[in-house]
């Protein structure tokens, strides 16, 4: 479904985001959770995409599983990095042929470990993406391709000057991106204020915020490097301090912040929830069932 649809028939999305894993074992591990969330009907699931080719079959493959297997919508990251125009109309093409309905359109970041010549790119910005995948002539459907961006509450690293940042946002939208679809982060002021300075700026795309519960000690180690910098607020620091390392009362600590950002967000009437799950169902089925969400 065109996610202009998704967003008319949804007051509120829900929705999900997984990552290709590197082996056959774990993408069969990753599909029964795929299958658990599914009954929870979210408006729609995306998929990472790695760069340097690191994951891009898998990312293709997985993408075309969910759309011909589940009742799920698939939408597909997709990035400037390591592309040559013909490669990025390739891969439009075959997501168009599964009747693939959107895209979330990425600047990307370079592999690591090596030295990726950007100015190789045929685009250079994000912006740049979204207005050739808007191009697209030969989908099915004839609006073409539905695309999202992303946006950063907290700000994006590689742009300090937090205005100049908004003047990058606004060209995406202007592009012809049909929504927004945050960083994650774990104050919901960082969200507010950012939520009303796309309003000052003449964004009126949907946005939707992106949620990440710390399930263990190792994922609270690892979201800032994921995230790039996500900020900690210092009470979730002090709850994770009081669990004294005990696994289980780390993933209470993760799960309980989750779900009252996620009702503090529902009550000041957000557009959307996007669960970063970390290929794992757990701690979004509890959120949903303490928030009492129905499938």
């Given at each position: 479904?065109?996610?202009?649809?998704i967003f008319?028939?949804?007051?509120?999305?829900?929705?999900?985001e997984?990552?290709?894993?590197?082996?056959?074992?774990?993408?069969?591990?990753?599909?029964a959770h795929?299958?658990d969330?599914?009954?929870?009907?979210?408006?729609?699931?995306?998929v990472?995409?790695?760069?340097?080719?690191?994951?891009?079959?898998?990312?293709?493959?997985?993408?075309?599983?969910?759309?011909?297997?589940?009742?799920?919508?698939?939408?597909?990251?997709?990035?400037c990095?390591?592309?040559?125009q013909?490669?990025?109309?390739?891969?439009?093409?075959?997501?168009?042929?599964?009747?693939?309905?959107?895209?979330?359109?990425?600047?990307?970041?370079?592999?690591?470990?090596t030295?990726h010549?950007?100015?190789?790119?045929?685009?250079?910005?994000?912006?740049?993406?979204?207005?050739?995948?808007?191009a697209?002539?030969?989908?099915?459907?004839?609006?073409?391709?539905?695309?999202?961006?992303?946006?950063?509450?907290?700000?994006?690293?590689?742009?300090?000057?937090?205005?100049?940042?908004?003047d990058?946002?606004?060209?995406?939208?202007?592009?012809?991106a049909?929504?927004?679809?945050?960083?994650l982060?774990?104050d919901?002021h960082d969200?507010?204020?950012?939520?009303?300075?796309?309003?000052?700026?003449?964004?009126k795309?949907p946005?939707?915020a992106?949620?990440?519960?710390?399930?263990?000690?190792?994922?609270?180690?690892?979201?800032?490097?994921?995230?790039?910098?996500?900020?900690?607020p210092?009470?979730?620091?002090?709850?994770i301090s009081?669990?004294?390392?005990d696994?289980?009362?780390?993933?209470?600590?993760?799960?309980?912040?989750a779900?009252?950002?996620?009702?503090d967000?529902?009550?000041?009437?957000?557009r959307?929830?996007?669960?970063?799950?970390?290929?794992?169902?757990?701690?979004?089925?509890e959120?949903?069932?303490?928030?009492?969400?129905?499938?």
């Amino acid at each position: 479904m065109h996610i202009r649809d998704i967003f008319a028939a949804n007051p509120t999305t829900f929705s999900f985001e997984f990552f290709p894993p590197k082996t056959d074992e774990a993408a069969e591990a990753l599909f029964a959770h795929i299958r658990d969330l599914e009954t929870l009907k979210p408006a729609f699931v995306s998929v990472t995409y790695g760069a340097g080719g690191s994951t891009r079959e898998r990312t293709h493959n997985l993408v075309v599983r969910i759309k011909e297997t589940t009742t799920l919508d698939p939408v597909p990251h997709l990035t400037c990095v390591c592309h040559a125009q013909q490669d990025i109309a390739a891969i439009l093409e075959r997501y168009a042929a599964h009747n693939v309905s959107n895209i979330l359109a990425l600047g990307g970041d370079p592999p690591a470990g090596t030295a990726h010549d950007r100015t190789k790119d045929a685009f250079q910005h994000a912006a740049d993406l979204v207005r050739f995948i808007r191009a697209v002539k030969n989908h099915p459907d004839a609006r073409g391709f539905g695309v999202g961006v992303a946006g950063f509450p907290e700000g994006h690293p590689a742009t300090p000057n937090r205005a100049l940042e908004m003047d990058y946002l606004k060209a995406k939208v202007d592009a012809g991106a049909d929504y927004i679809v945050t960083q994650l982060f774990f104050d919901n002021h960082d969200f507010y204020d950012f939520r009303e300075r796309c309003e000052i700026a003449g964004i009126k795309v949907p946005i939707i915020a992106g949620v990440m519960p710390v399930t263990s000690l190792g994922t609270y180690k690892r979201i800032p490097e994921l995230a790039l910098g996500a900020r900690y607020p210092a009470k979730l620091q002090r709850a994770i301090s009081r669990a004294n390392g005990d696994a289980e009362s780390v993933k209470r600590v993760g799960i309980h912040w989750a779900t009252e950002q996620c009702r503090d967000l529902l009550d000041n009437h957000v557009r959307g929830i996007h669960f970063y799950t970390l290929n794992h169902s757990h701690a979004t089925r509890e959120i949903y069932k303490t928030l009492g969400m129905k499938a």
